[in-house]
């Protein structure tokens, strides 16, 4: 079984950006689509952004245009570049693979089957 492992999250300013990396053992990234989802406690886990094997990606509309979801040329990380942070952007932050689409997929928590443990990312006003 996949075993995923986020990285990179932390506290910043409103405005501030981070940057979350997410390694898998047992996986090869680039053969199913991956996706980026978030959760605050209480409240249903939110996706956040998806990319496919063709480097398609799909953005939830209150971070597009400013995260932006790519892998690595060896495809082995998967990457979340956050920008212009806001304090509703806080949260648990997880990867997450797919083992069956490949293509332009969506960042629906039922299409993914593989989930890391989470990164905290805490935005403050």
């Known amino acids: 079984q996949a075993q995923l492992q986020e990285s990179g999250g932390g506290s910043v300013q409103s405005g501030g950006s981070l940057r979350l990396s997410c390694t898998g053992s047992?996986?090869?990234?680039?053969?199913?689509?991956l996706g980026w989802f978030r959760q605050v406690t209480g409240k249903e886990r939110e996706g956040v952004a998806a990319?496919?094997?063709?480097?398609?990606?799909q953005y939830a509309g209150s971070v597009k245009d400013r995260f932006t979801i790519s892998t690595d040329s060896a495809k082995d990380n998967l990457y979340l570049e956050m920008t212009s942070l806001k304090p509703e952007d806080t949260g648990m932050y997880y990867c997450?693979?797919?083992?069956?689409?490949?293509?332009?997929?969506?960042?629906?928590?039922?299409?993914?089957?593989?989930w890391g443990q989470g990164t905290q990312v805490t935005v403050s006003s």
């Open positions: 047992g996986y090869t990234f680039g053969r199913y689509c």
């Open positions: 990319i496919d094997i063709n480097g398609w990606t």
């Open positions: 997450a693979a797919s083992s069956t689409l490949r293509e332009y997929c969506h960042p629906v928590s039922a299409s993914f089957a593989d």
